[in-house]
């Protein structure tokens, strides 16, 4: 199956500074695609370099076989949108109001229909008339995530998306996301919690100082080894009879924090 999205040997500077070196990803229908690595490593970036927001020095990005940076932007909205990971709250909007802006232009009925789905399954249809403002912050983060939903795009780019939510709207996401890719459609998304990586992710891109340390599917890469070269801890990872992950735990040996006196 040909990919959504592909990204070949991305080179990307800030400044003068190189951010990303030499990452590559393709992204396929059916696939959830979890971004994981330390603070500063360059994930946000590697995002909205994909989205072509941002150009890389170098490399390509092509979205269903075309250059992401040559598609006018109606033409890339429609094939993948992006949750940022501390949206803006500030809009003089209701909730429905915020998801609404996904469908312009289009038909009332199907925007209705659109709007009303996405709220529902962000599990916000009570707070549909409530200010954006008014809204915790994981509220919010629901509400910029059913806007995205509503979108109807293949490719979801999620960063951080369950920032501010408590465990059970952090499951509740995935879930959502999960079955948007087992609908045929595709995510990619940043996060640090890797328990959820393990049970809803497909493949997994590790990366650390910019740099691809691990890529494939989430079983063989969330491995102790790889966790520590990528993080800086030891952990333990623990396994079902079939290989499959079931819980990832700090070690009781890992590395002493120096506290402040």
Same mark, same amino acid.
């Given at each position: 199956?040909?990919?959504?999205?592909?990204?070949?040997?991305?080179?990307?500077?800030?400044?003068?500074?190189?951010?990303?070196?030499?990452? #590559?990803? !393709?992204?396929?229908?059916?696939?959830?695609?979890?971004?994981?690595?330390?603070? $500063?490593?360059?994930?946000?970036?590697?995002?909205?370099?994909?989205?072509?927001?941002?150009?890389?020095?170098?490399?390509?990005? !092509? %979205?269903?076989?075309?250059?992401?940076?040559?598609?006018?932007?109606?033409?890339?909205?429609?094939?993948?949108?992006?949750?940022?990971?501390?949206?803006?709250?500030?809009?003089?909007?209701?909730?429905?109001?915020?998801?609404?802006?996904?469908? *312009?232009?289009?038909?009332?009925?199907?925007?209705?229909?659109?709007?009303? $789905?996405?709220?529902?399954?962000? $599990?916000?249809?009570?707070?549909?008339?409530?200010?954006?403002?008014?809204? #915790?912050?994981?509220?919010?983060?629901?509400?910029?995530?059913?806007?995205?939903?509503?979108? $109807?795009?293949?490719?979801?780019?999620?960063?951080?998306?369950?920032?501010?939510?408590? +465990?059970?709207?952090?499951?509740? %996401?995935?879930?959502?996301?999960?079955?948007?890719?087992?609908?045929?459609?595709?995510?990619?998304?940043?996060?640090?919690?890797?328990? +959820?990586?393990?049970?809803?992710?497909?493949?997994?891109?590790? *990366?650390?100082?910019?740099?691809?340390?691990?890529?494939?599917?989430?079983?063989?890469?969330?491995?102790?080894?790889?966790? !520590?070269?990528?993080?800086?801890?030891?952990?333990?990872?623990?396994?079902?009879?079939?290989?499959?992950?079931?819980? *990832?735990?700090?070690? #009781?040996?890992?590395?002493?924090?120096?506290?402040?006196?």
């Amino acid at each position: 199956m040909s990919a959504l999205l592909a990204a070949r040997s991305l080179y990307v500077r800030v400044g003068a500074r190189p951010i990303l070196d030499d990452v #590559s990803i !393709e992204i396929r229908p059916g696939e959830l695609w979890a971004l994981i690595g330390p603070n $500063g490593s360059g994930k946000t970036l590697l995002l909205h370099t994909l989205l072509g927001a941002r150009a890389a020095a170098a490399g390509v990005v !092509e %979205l269903c076989g075309s250059s992401v940076h040559a598609m006018e932007p109606k033409a890339r909205a429609r094939l993948m949108t992006l949750v940022l990971q501390d949206a803006p709250f500030d809009f003089p909007l209701t909730v429905r109001e915020l998801v609404g802006l996904s469908q *312009i232009p289009r038909e009332p009925a199907r925007t209705c229909r659109a709007v009303d $789905g996405a709220l529902a399954c962000a $599990g916000l249809s009570h707070l549909a008339d409530r200010p954006l403002w008014s809204l #915790s912050g994981g509220e919010r983060q629901r509400a910029h995530f059913a806007r995205a939903m509503a979108q $109807g795009c293949p490719l979801l780019l999620l960063d951080e998306p369950t920032a501010h939510m408590d +465990l059970l709207r952090q499951a509740e %996401l995935f879930v959502q996301a999960r079955a948007h890719v087992d609908r045929g459609g595709a995510a990619l998304v940043a996060t640090h919690d890797l328990s +959820l990586v393990s049970r809803f992710a497909t493949s997994v891109l590790a *990366i650390a100082g910019g740099r691809v340390r691990a890529k494939g599917a989430a079983r063989d890469v969330l491995h102790e080894a790889t966790l !520590e070269a990528v993080f800086g801890v030891r952990a333990r990872v623990y396994r079902d009879e079939r290989g499959d992950i079931e819980a *990832i735990l700090l070690r #009781s040996d890992a590395q002493k924090v120096e506290t402040c006196p």
